[in-house]
């Protein structure tokens, strides 16, 4: 009992914290780039790559009004609150209070004494109050942190979301950009294919071509008006799409009109592409950020939790002035205080503190495997990027390289159609390949540009060389 006593007592009077400290976790990772080989966008402006003025307008407004962005933020401002709390827990608690008392009692009460007890009587009292718990075992200190870790997570939850934000608006412009292209080379097919099917409506009406070359025009005719229709449909929905991200109405698209310079063939897509991962990965993306202030705070709930096992210190005190009245309430010789102290040491609860310590034990873990897991994501993404970097840069060569010769391909077909070379089904075989080979040319400039979206996103929001 005596050891107990002395070990409670050091305790005591060195105030120490209870619980784990935080370390970041070890992780097994892989060879990374120098950190001055590259720097994230201190502006968090990552889209000014594309150098696209357009685009430049959409994510602002999307930054200004974008829904999800409002609800982060006011997030913010809750854990900003929440910690605000935790940090008062550390501080004395002080108020004011005053009231007056008048009473009166009964003659045939049990407590009137005739000629000594006063019938009616009068009592002022104002007093300053004040309470304090001592943090000796780290409780309060240990609760602060995790509110201060939580209110970074939350930051890095708004980042991250912004991040994710912004990367839609890229990507649905470049959807819009490439929808654009499609329909341009649908609907002129489409036009191809009416005047063929007006001629061979005229000549099978007159007998000089067949009832099946005929019902093939129309057929490759209405198969190209479906895609048409598809593409519109499409093509709509991205628009009312975007028009949820910037926050906005979608009449504003409504009567869009497209530029030549927005066509997605012009726009520019980077030169200067990062090779490798930067070493500062991981301070540079939000959701890991994020993760590790999470498991910051379920560390330092893991204390907090052993702290309710120890004994809590309490202290109050008040001092005042009391007077039977009111105008002589503040005269010397009035003054009224009181001090106690006192002590809780918990000795049974039914194993609740022991279930709060084992939940909280628990919660770490489950962040510390978070936290695991959203490092792996983050390096699977990063290098995702940088293949499909590479990668979306050779497929539009070789597709663009294949739009070209189907073109003199189709070319050479028509005129080999017109001596009566080749037969109407070679021609539209010639036709159909090449229409198809242009809707994969411009799915694959989207998937370039897609690829820088992605790359910077990746990497925690684009990249700038020294």
């Known amino acids: 009992m005596r050891n107990l006593l002395l070990t409670m007592t050091a305790l005591i009077l060195a105030g120490c914290e209870v619980g784990p400290d935080y370390e970041q976790p070890k992780l097994d990772m892989p060879k990374l780039s120098d950190k001055e ?28 009004h974008n829904a999800d962005l409002k609800i982060a933020i006011a997030n913010i401002d809750a854990a900003k609150a929440a910690a605000g709390v935790a940090q008062g827990d550390l501080l004395p608690q002080m108020a004011v209070s005053g009231n007056g008392t008048k009473a009166y009692i009964s003659a045939k009460g049990k407590n009137y004494v005739p000629g000594v007890t006063k019938r ?4 002022y009292l104002g007093t300053v109050g004040m309470s304090y718990e001592l ?3 780290g409780k309060y200190r240990r609760a602060n942190e995790a509110a201060r870790a939580q209110l970074l997570a939350t930051r890095a939850a708004k980042d991250a979301i912004l991040l994710t934000i912004t990367s839609q608006v890229a990507k649905n412009y470049f ?14 097919t489409l036009r191809t294919r009416q005047q063929t099917y007006n001629v061979y409506k005229s000549r099978f009406r007159s007998g000089y071509c067949t009832e099946l070359d005929y019902l093939r025009i129309e057929s490759e005719m209405a198969s190209v008006k479906t895609t048409v229709l598809g593409l519109e449909d499409t093509l709509a929905k ?20 497209t530029s030549p310079d927005q066509a997605i063939e012009r726009l520019k897509i980077p030169n200067r592409v990062p090779k490798g991962i930067p070493s500062d990965i991981l301070n540079r993306r939000p959701d890991l950020l994020q993760a590790e202030s999470r498991l910051i705070a379920a560390n330092a709930k893991v204390g907090e939790a052993k702290a309710a096992f120890f004994p809590s210190i309490s ?22 205080w009181t001090f106690s102290g006192g002590i809780n ?11 709060m310590s084992d939940a909280a034990k628990a919660n770490y873990r489950a962040a510390l495997a978070s936290y695991e897991k959203t490092v792996q994501i983050a390096f699977k993404e990063a290098l995702d990027a940088l293949v499909s970097n590479r990668k979306s840069r050779e497929i539009v060569v070789s597709r663009t390289r294949q739009v070209n010769a189907l073109k003199r391909s189709y070319e050479i077909a028509k005129k080999q159609k017109e001596a009566g070379l080749i037969g109407l089904i070679d021609l539209l075989d010639v036709e159909r390949g090449l229409l198809s080979c242009e809707m994969e040319l411009t799915t694959a400039l989207q998937d370039q540009l897609n690829a820088v979206v992605d790359l910077c996103k990746a990497l925690g929001g684009g990249w700038k060389r020294f």
């Open 37 to 64: 080989e590259m720097s994230i966008f201190k502006s968090q402006q990552w889209w000014s790559v594309f150098n696209i003025k357009t685009l430049n307008k959409l994510e602002e407004q999307a930054l200004k």
């Open 135 to 137: 943090d000796f075992f």
């Open 175 to 188: 959807l819009i950009r490439a929808l654009d292209a499609k329909l341009a080379i649908a609907r002129r």
């Open 345 to 355: 040491l918990p000795i049974f609860t039914g194993r609740k503190l022991t279930s």
């Open 238 to 257: 991205a628009e009312t799409s975007m028009s949820v991200l910037l926050g906005c109405s979608p009449r504003l698209f409504m009567e869009r009109k």
């Open 315 to 336: 202290s109050t005190g008040a001092f005042g002035v009391e007077s039977k009245n009111l105008g002589q309430l503040f005269t010397p010789g009035r003054d009224a």
């Open 120 to 123: 009616n009587s009068l009592d």
